[in-house]
C-alpha cells in the first residue's frame, strides 16, 4: 500500500486534538527511534496504549473494548483529510485491511473487528 508523499501528520495539532478529546491522557513525545509519540488513556477502566510511528502515516492502537477502539478509529479518520485512504487493521496482520471511509459508523466498524 503506496503512502501519500504529500500529507502526514502534524504531530503538535494531533497532540491538541488528543488532549481535548480524551480526558486524562497522557502524551509522551520523541520516545524512540520507532515512535514520535506514544500516548495511554483509561477508557471504562481499560487502558488503551497508543502511538504514531517516525513515518507520521502509522498509527497503532493496542488493548481496550472494541467499542472504544472503533470510536478512536472514527475519530481519527475525521482528522484525516477525506481524499487519504486510511485503514484499520486488527492485531499485526496487514492481510484484511477495514477501509475507514468517512461514512463508517460505529456499528459496521465493530462488526468488522468482530468478524475480523
Known amino acids: 500500500m503506496e503512502q501519500s ?43 488503551i496504549l ?18 472504544t477502539i472503533a470510536e478512536f478509529a472514527i475519530w481519527y479518520r475525521n482528522l484525516v483529510p477525506e481524499q487519504y485512504p486510511l485503514f484499520l487493521y486488527k492485531g499485526s496482520t496487514f492481510d484484511r485491511p477495514i477501509e475507514l471511509s468517512l461514512t463508517i459508523s460505529k456499528d459496521e466498524l465493530m462488526a468488522a473487528l468482530t468478524n475480523y
Open 50 to 67: 497508543g502511538g504514531v510511528q517516525s513515518d507520521y502515516h502509522t498509527l497503532t492502537i493496542d488493548g481496550g473494548p472494541i467499542d
Open 5 to 47: 508523499p504529500d500529507w502526514s501528520l502534524n504531530q503538535a495539532e494531533f497532540v491538541n486534538e488528543l488532549k481535548q478529546r480524551w480526558d486524562g491522557i497522557e502524551v509522551k513525545e520523541k520516545v524512540s527511534d520507532r515512535y514520535i509519540l506514544r500516548w495511554s488513556i483509561k477508557v471504562e477502566g481499560y487502558p
